[in-house]
């Protein structure tokens, strides 16, 4: 019996990288997940290999931008295991590229995958978790939210916004026993670990880069029952980088 047995857990973008681990992490705390994703090929794989581990594990492709495939997702979700205790938003995409070559329709795109689909996902799973009177909400922001590097904008707005959305999704759904809170991972490495240089590692004060398992623990922390009095929070986890003063000589 896991940590979180028993428990139902949405994740979007959960195919690949930080998303697939977070599945994978509850999976193995003996949650019952359902895992979203656009990639669909990618997805079920990612699927099957945790239907391994846990059988309690089913693969619902969606395309977050859309309001009716979120509608249909949180619906096979409950059709599925009954109910929705947790969501984790993690779906997400950017667009490195100069505001000034930005279209609006490539904005349109990131702020929907993005920003949007967090409040829909949001909006649709809290309808469930309300008739229990519980249930957990984590949202995946960034560092970025805080910082930028040039040509980020759609990126840096929609990581923007979802802190706020946060914070004030706290506020509404705290009544109806649910609880809402945010993410900002810094350098999360989810390729080859083991390529990285001294110096990537060594600019951090926690002396690594981070790991999507250090989002998982993160991720565990906020969905922890006994944590019932954080709500609202942005946790960065990026270890101490932006809390770091950088000059250049």
């Known amino acids: ?46 699927a ?17 931008r859309k309001e009716e495939e979120i509608v249909r997702l949180v619906q096979k979700a409950v059709d599925a295991f009954g109910t929705v205790h947790i969501l984790i938003n993690n779906a997400g995409v950017s667009r490195w590229k100069s505001p000034y070559d930005l279209t609006a329709e490539e904005w349109d795109d990131v702020i929907d995958t993005n920003l949007r689909s967090v409040f829909l996902c949001s909006r649709e799973a809290a309808k469930v978790m309300r008739t229990q009177k519980s249930g957990v909400i984590i949202n995946l922001a960034s560092t970025r939210a805080l910082m930028s590097e040039p040509n980020t904008e759609a990126y840096a707005a929609s990581k923007a916004g979802i802190v706020g959305l946060t914070h004030a999704l706290a506020i509404s759904l705290g009544p109806d026993g649910i609880r809402v809170n945010a993410i900002a991972p810094g350098w999360v490495e989810t390729g080859d670990y083991g390529a990285l240089r001294a110096v990537d590692h060594e600019q951090h004060p926690a002396g690594r880069v981070g790991k999507p398992e250090d989002i998982v623990k993160a991720c565990f922390y906020l969905s922890d029952p006994e944590n019932d009095f954080v709500t609202g929070i942005q946790l960065v986890v990026d270890g101490g980088m932006t809390r770091k003063m950088i000059y250049e000589e």
């Open 48 to 64: 099957s290999r945790l239907q391994s581990l846990n059988g309690e594990v089913i693969a619902v492709p969606a395309d977050v």
């Open 1 to 46: 019996m896991g940590k979180f047995s028993g428990q139902v857990v949405i994740v979007t973008g959960a195919a690949q990288g930080i998303g697939r681990a977070v599945a994978e992490g509850y999976a193995r705390a003996g949650a019952k997940v359902v895992m979203a994703d656009l990639n669909r090929d990618l997805l079920l794989k990612a």
